[in-house]
């Protein structure tokens, strides 16, 4: 009998139902932790130059906030403020951080350099907690809150640099876990350490027959790659073979969407799909309650969120955000429109445009998806197309071919022999065939029925599509090749024609059927 699992099931629920995780008014939650941060950041470098102390005078702080602190880009804060905040303290939070998250960023893209402070930790483990807490919401077994927990993450290996150590975010986490998480992480440190991605993977699945995994953390195309190693070198016919208890999945990062069916089919059964916003800049969202994807803004939990429309009120035509762009806070929002995140954090971020963009889907619980990237937005030719709408696309070429598309890229291309804009898709099979012209059909057909901008651009300046069709293993070797491959490593759904015509160079032959 699972006599601890009893117990900690107990307590999960107890605690759930007495002390609900969630604000009863979030509005006013929301500026609780704006006061919060701006009272504890005010005698900073940056808290002086922006008088938060005058901002806490104001009547609105939220209006007053708005005004007087401008909007940041990584470059920006980088370049200005976070530079200084490697060497001298004080600058955008107290003291001098002893972390410094190397964001994974995309492919060719130098790593960002995010501090990660003390506080910044404790509310990142506090929004996990509360997650954890929220599995009280789920019918699971006692037995599964005994069992191990395998998070693939970046290495825990974290290089010591002018006096602070450095490392991707999900390893920093890894280094800095509670402590009654010790008993049932895996793969334990000694592994997570290892710096090369396919040895440590390759350890793993040797020391896969001494645990009992009853969850995984991780993000979707790297999970999958893990799964299969363990599954070919124990022999098996799916992963239910060596880890009977798994029950939950808690995927990250990307869309898991595009991945469920290559996921699907390691499994002997069907297991809770859970997803989770966790960022270089912070933990901010979580799945609370079964039956859906949508996860639960964490605001109560330290951090304070504003909102900027991914539509002509906050973007031009290009992506770019405008100068004076329309912001808004949490009472403002609406159901069903894209809006890019904007965060203030306890690790020294003040108005920093993460570059993800989100969308409420039920407001009454303060549940959102994430819908995209910012800079995942193709419109060279007034396309007009959202990471999500691309997402909807290929699932539907999915379920038409009977595909397992499992990583995918596009972007505009100019024809070489008139000059004329096309639309160039990669896909990276999982497994089987897939016939370039009609895939590019599909494509052309569902994008046109979905968005009334992509319909109008392909009657003048889009003139076609091309699809090169590869497995995913090559568009894996190309990010080894620039060194992003494993862990956090994210697969850039869009890519500007530089970059793309590198890929292509690199896969060889014709870019296209």
């Not at 208890?245 to 996921?263: D, H, K």
């Not at 969120?305 to 100068?323: I, N, Y």
Request: glycine share 6%; net charge negative; charged share 30%.
């Amino acid at each position: 009998m699972a006599f601890y699992g009893h117990v900690i099931k107990a307590l999960i629920r107890t605690k759930h139902t007495l002390l609900p995780h969630e604000p009863a008014d979030p509005a006013a939650a929301q500026e609780e932790q704006l006061r919060h941060l701006l009272e504890t950041a005010k005698n900073t470098a940056f808290g002086k130059y922006y008088n938060f102390s005058r901002i806490l005078e104001a009547d609105d702080i939220r209006a007053a906030y708005r005004k007087e602190v401008p909007i940041h880009d990584y470059d920006t804060i980088n370049e200005e403020w976070w530079k200084k905040q490697r060497h001298d303290p004080d600058i955008t939070w107290p003291g001098r951080p002893r972390f410094f998250a190397l964001s994974s960023g995309t492919t060719g893209k130098k790593s960002k350099r995010i501090p990660v402070t003390d506080e910044m930790l404790e509310c990142t483990q506090r929004v996990g907690r509360a997650q954890a807490e929220c599995l009280a919401n789920f019918d699971f077994d006692a037995d599964l809150f005994e069992k191990d927990i395998l998070m693939l993450t970046s290495s825990a290996d974290l290089r010591e640099r002018d006096g602070y150590k450095e490392g991707e975010i999900s390893g920093i986490n890894v280094s800095n876990m509670p402590e009654f998480m010790e008993g049932v992480y895996k793969p334990g440190l000694e592994i997570a350490q290892i710096e090369d991605w396919d040895e440590r993977v390759q350890r793993i699945a040797e020391e896969a027959p001494k645990w009992d995994v009853g969850a995984l953390a991780g993000i979707p195309s790297w999970m999958v790659m893990m799964l299969r190693r363990v599954i070919e070198h124990n022999k098996l016919k799916n992963i239910h073979e060596i880890w009977p208890n798994l029950s939950i999945y808690t995927t990250g990062g990307v869309a898991f969407e595009p991945y469920r069916q290559t996921f699907e089919k390691l499994l002997d059964h069907s297991i809770t799909i859970m997803d989770t916003y966790l960022a270089s800049e912070g933990f901010f969202a979580f799945n609370a309650r079964p039956d859906t994807m949508a996860m639960e803004l964490a605001l109560d939990h330290g951090m304070y969120f504003e909102f900027v429309p991914h539509d002509s009120r906050g973007f031009d035509e290009a992506g770019t955000m405008l100068k004076k762009p329309q912001v808004f806070d949490y009472r403002q929002v609406e159901e069903g429109v894209d809006y890019a995140l904007i965060v203030s954090t306890p690790a020294g971020a003040w108005r920093y445009m993460i570059g993800d963009t989100i969308k409420f889907t039920d407001l009454s619980r303060m549940e959102m998806v994430i819908s995209g990237r910012t800079k995942y937005f193709l419109n060279v030719v007034g396309s007009q197309l959202s990471e999500e709408k691309l997402n909807k696309a290929i699932a539907d070429l999915n379920e038409k071919t009977g595909a397992a598309i499992k990583e995918f890229t596009v972007g505009a291309l100019k024809r070489e022999e008139d000059g004329e804009y096309i639309h160039q898709w990669v896909l990276g099979l999982e497994s089987g065939e897939l016939d370039p012209q009609r895939a590019e059909q599909i494509l052309d057909d569902h994008l046109q029925d979905a968005n009334k901008n992509y319909k109008v651009a392909r009657q003048k300046a889009l003139k076609g599509l091309r699809v090169r069709v590869e497995p995913a293993d090559r568009l894996y070797a190309y990010l080894e090749q620039t060194k992003k491959k494993g862990g956090q490593i994210k697969f850039p759904k869009v890519m500007p024609e530089e970059k793309l015509r590198e890929l292509l160079a690199f896969l060889g032959g014709s870019s296209g059927n």
